[in-house]
């Protein structure tokens, strides 16, 4: 049996990571589980070295140790982020020696396969690059403005039925209870001096009859067709009423994915495309660490296998 552990660093209460530690536990694969920015430091304890060919040493969790320069794959799913304790400096200083310590080692581990690699994952979240890329790559996108300009926005918004949704997904918080931001429709007349105060994602309304959202895990793309009730324009606001089902993905949109994720050096995507009459799928955008438990079940999507196989062997199966 190989004993090479997979790292898994998550939040502490993290449903879609907890299905596949079960996984690799069943496959009787050694698994560290942590939280850099709850756990480090405190609870985990790091001792890195160089050493030709990489850092070696040791990361613990209480009673469990990894062997760094052994670590087969390590899987970055939505860790805490480093936080000052106070608004000290040196509570400042310290973030960014833990961010820059640790998060620096576990990023450079010689032979680890990153699903997927932090600053890969960070690299792409940024939409303009998602956006030009997909087109660069041959997808359908619709016609998109960035602006902080309220004429503008008011000009685009005026030319066709037209949406406005963030350029980030972090949460928003209202009443003390986080709260996302959903597309929304949006005309010229509702355009006000409020768009100078950041810049503004305004796009084409695609007149679509679902949603697709899209899984690439390393080299395999699984599919679930999302139908929402009539006149939903973001179907994450409707997860009751929401109907699913397989579907296969096209050929040259499978290609089109495979060579995004490869562009981005990523080893999973969640993407979400609109599909109108036609079957045309429309790219909407790129979720490089996106949500997928719950399409496992919905759609009978075997995600959290496929997540296993590739952390198991350290690469991705052809």
Known sequence: MDGRPVLVSTGHEDPTADLVIAELNRRRVPVLRFDPGRDFPGAAVLAARTRQGGWSGTLSMGSRTAELHAVRAL????????????????????VQENRRGLGGVLGALPGCLYLSHPQAIARAEYKPAQLATAL?????????????????????????????????AGAYWVNG?????WAARVGPGEIDDAVERS??????????????RAV????????????APPGVLDWRAEYRDLRYEPTDCP????????????????KFGAFDFAVTADGAWWFLECNPNGQWAWLEEAAGLPITAAIADVLENGECPT
């Open 177 to 181: 209870e986080p709260a996302g931001i």
């Open 216 to 227: 690439v895990v390393g080299n395999q793309t699984f599919c679930a067709r999302i139908t």
């Open 75 to 94: 899987y970055h799913r939505r860790p805490s982020m480093f936080e000052p304790a106070d608004e000290g400096q040196d509570a400042r200083f310290a």
């Open 136 to 168: 660069g790559l041959g997808l359908l996108v619709p016609e998109t403005l960035i602006t902080n300009d309220p004429a503008q926005a008011e000009e685009f918004c005026d030319q066709w039925p037209a949406i406005y949704k963030p350029l980030h």
């Open 251 to 266: 050929t040259d949109v499978r290609s089109a994915l495979a060579a995004f994720v490869q562009d981005f050096g990523l």
């Open 199 to 212: 810049a503004h994602l305004f796009q084409a309304a695609v007149p679509k009859v679902a949603d697709v």
